[in-house]
Structures are given as C-alpha cells and as structure tokens.
C-alpha cells in the first residue's frame, strides 16, 4: 500500500527560525513528489520535485528530493508568522494518477 | 494560467437535504477529476475518481449513493452529498490533472467547499 509520512506532525518555533519538515514515503510507479501549504482554503503549490538531488528554491523556500532514501524536506529560513500553515507533502504514483498526501506537518510562527 | 473553478465556497443545510459541488475546468478538459475530503486538522483523503463519459471509482469505505459523482462534460464534474448528516460536514476539494500540460506541473486544485450540515 503506497504511504507519505510526513514529520514532524506539528511544529511551533520563533520568528526568524529555521525549520526542516521531512518528507517519506513508499509508492509504486513514482512520478513526482509535490508540497503544499494549506491555510485556511485550498493547498496552495510550493514545489514538485522529480528529480533527486537537485534543490528548488523560492524565496526562503527550498526543497530537495532524495530518491535513493525515498524521502524530502522542505527548508523554510527567517520564518514569518505569515508562514503559519499545514504543509503537505504529497506523491504523485504516475502521470494523472490522483495524489496520495501525508497527514501534513502543522507549523506555528510565533512573534 | 489553468484554473480549477469550485463552487460553492461554503454551504450550510440541514439534515436530510442534498447538496451539488460544481466543478470546472476553465482552460484545459478534465477527462479525470479527483475529489478529496478533509477533516478538521487532518490531511486530504481521497474519495473518488470521476472520468467523463463513465462511472466513477470510489475509494474503499465511501458510499456511492451517498457521495454522487457524475462527469458531464470535459469541463464540469459535480458531486452530490445526498440526504446530508453532520456527520458529512467537512471540506471538500476537487482537483485535475491537466493532460495536455508540461511534465513539470502539478495538478489544479479547486478553492473547496466548506459543507455545514445542521
């Protein structure tokens, strides 16, 4: 049965902290491995990763996958209290294939 | 860029009533649209595959006749809570892939719908 784990499930920490949440997970047929924050309404698209060991990066965002260890993180730097959210990390097992998401790690900035 | 339009937003109803989620594709065909559910403080679950012009595929543990899918169109798909409980308050999101898109992107999420049931 494919599986995300995601870790830790919440997080509280300080402005201007950095935070790693990681990523696992065990599918057949991986295409991509995607993150999302989640405040109030819809996820909304951070980064999809396919290749392994390449870093992608948006502002104090970044994120990298690992394909041998089967697993991601997402770095956030200098948080913000605006960077309080669910982050989900989810995979994607082939090309349209619905996407299998992690229970989400819950992160509180405060100020 | 490509849009996954949901609505409504947010309903309340009460018990016993049925409720239509629309969604639509406004700049691509969604030949495939997946609906997921999400309690409070947990994380996305897939409920069912609906694809145009045929039957949807439900997740083990959801209820056809409780959870309607149906795909009219390449660009609308709806899902119907029929005779709705409290127990199906939860927010609800669709979400397709475009298929004519770059390899590189990810799929479209609609905004959700908040459901009440009183």
């Known amino acids: 049965e494919d599986k995300v784990v995601q870790s830790p499930l919440s997080l509280v920490v300080h402005e201007g902290d950095t935070v790693t949440l990681n990523c696992s997970y065990e599918?057949?047929?991986?295409?991509?491995l995607l993150w999302y924050k989640q405040e109030k309404k819809a996820p909304t698209f951070l980064f999809m990763l396919?290749?392994?060991?390449i870093e992608k990066k948006s502002g104090r965002l970044s994120s990298i996958l690992d394909k041998k260890e089967l697993s991601s993180i997402l770095n956030i730097t200098a948080t913000q209290t605006g960077d309080s959210a669910i982050y989900l990390c989810a995979v994607e097992p082939n090309s349209g294939y619905a996407l299998n998401f992690g229970k989400g790690t819950s992160l509180l900035v405060t100020p | 860029g490509a849009v996954v339009s949901q609505h409504p937003s947010r309903v309340i109803c009460k018990s016993g009533t049925s409720v239509k989620i629309e969604c639509r594709s406004l700049d691509f065909q969604a030949t495939t649209m997946f609906w997921y559910r999400q309690f409070p403080k947990k994380s996305l679950m897939l409920m069912a595959t609906?694809?145009?012009?045929?039957?949807?595929?439900?997740e083990q543990g959801v209820e056809k006749d409780k959870f309607l899918i149906n795909h009219a169109s390449l660009t609308l798909s709806t899902l119907t809570v029929t005779s709705a409980h409290p127990e199906d308050s939860s927010f609800y999101i669709c979400s397709a892939p475009d298929r004519g898109r770059p390899y590189n992107s990810p799929l479209h999420f609609g905004n959700g719908t908040r459901l009440t049931v009183t």
């Open positions: 396919t290749s392994s060991g």
């Open positions: 609906s694809n145009e012009g045929s039957k949807a595929t439900y």
């Open positions: 599918v057949t047929n991986f295409r991509s």
